[in-house]
T-cell receptor, first 116, second 114 residues
Framework: AQKITQTQPGMFVQEKEAVTLDCTYD???????LFWYKQPSSGEMIFLIY??????QNATEGRYSLNFQKARKSANLVISASQLGDSAMYFC?????????????FGQGTILTVHP | DTGVSQNPRHKITKRGQNVTFRCDPI?????LYWYRQTLGQGPEFLTY????????KSRLLSDRFSAERPKGSFSTLEIQRTEQGDSAMYLC????????????FGQGTRLTVV
């Protein structure tokens, strides 16, 4: 079974500052994928970034980067230069490898509030 | 550019009634997923299809729930004899098969059982 833990119910950051959202995971699968999604108040889940378990380098997508520490089983999201529009719920998720790829297990989420 | 479309966006029903939701995935995506999200929680996996085949169902999917994807395109999720505990957001997602492909989500159907 796979498990995702997000220990920060809420985070606050000043506009233009960087923020790190924590995520730890547990799995016995040798191959897996790690994802971060953003869910604004409108409800839609927006894909942000992906990291494969065998990827050697940390993933980056614009202002988003994933700090992947495999030995610690952590996959923290770093948002640089926060913007007011970044205020939303953020979910860390993982999927197994093989034929079940894409079936996501989500954490409980972190609410990010960006202050002007 | 059409994303994943879900209908209806909102549904209010009386306890004991049946409801059906529809999901239209991104056209070239052969995988389709259903999730349920209750307030303040992350989405929970319900079931997924590869083309028209339903490959996996969660234990959350009781016998009152049924999902279909008859021609490998759109999918429906039916809940029979609704209960107040079924009140939630029902999210549909689609993806290409294989590794390194993210799932794209629809805006969800919010179900309220009164």
């Amino acid at each position: 079974a796979q498990k995702i833990t997000q220990t920060q119910p809420g985070m606050f950051v000043q506009e233009k500052e960087a923020v790190t959202l924590d995520c730890t995971y547990d799995t016995s699968d040798p191959s897996y994928g790690l994802f971060w999604y953003k869910q604004p108040s409108s409800g839609e889940m927006i894909f942000l970034i992906y990291q494969g378990s065998y990827d050697q380098q940390n993933a980056t997508e614009g202002r988003y980067s994933l700090n992947f520490q495999k030995a610690r089983k952590s996959a923290n999201l770093v948002i640089s230069a926060s913007q007011l529009g970044d205020s939303a719920m953020y979910f860390c998720a993982m999927s197994p490898g093989g034929t079940s790829y894409g079936k996501l297990t989500f954490g409980q989420g972190t609410i990010l509030t960006v202050h002007p | 550019d059409t994303g994943v479309s879900q209908n209806p966006r909102h549904k209010i029903t009386k306890r004991g009634q049946n409801v059906t939701f529809r999901c239209d995935p991104i056209s070239e995506h052969n995988r389709l997923y259903w999730y349920r999200q209750t307030l303040g929680q992350g989405p929970e996996f319900l079931t997924y299809f590869q083309n028209e085949a339903q490959l996996e169902k969660s234990r959350l999917l009781s016998d009152r729930f049924s999902a279909e994807r008859p021609k490998g395109s759109f999918s429906t999720l039916e809940i029979q004899r609704t209960e107040q505990g079924d009140s939630a957001m029902y999210l549909c997602a689609s993806s290409l098969g294989g590794a390194n492909t993210e799932a794209f989500f629809g805006q969800g159907t919010r179900l309220t059982v009164v």
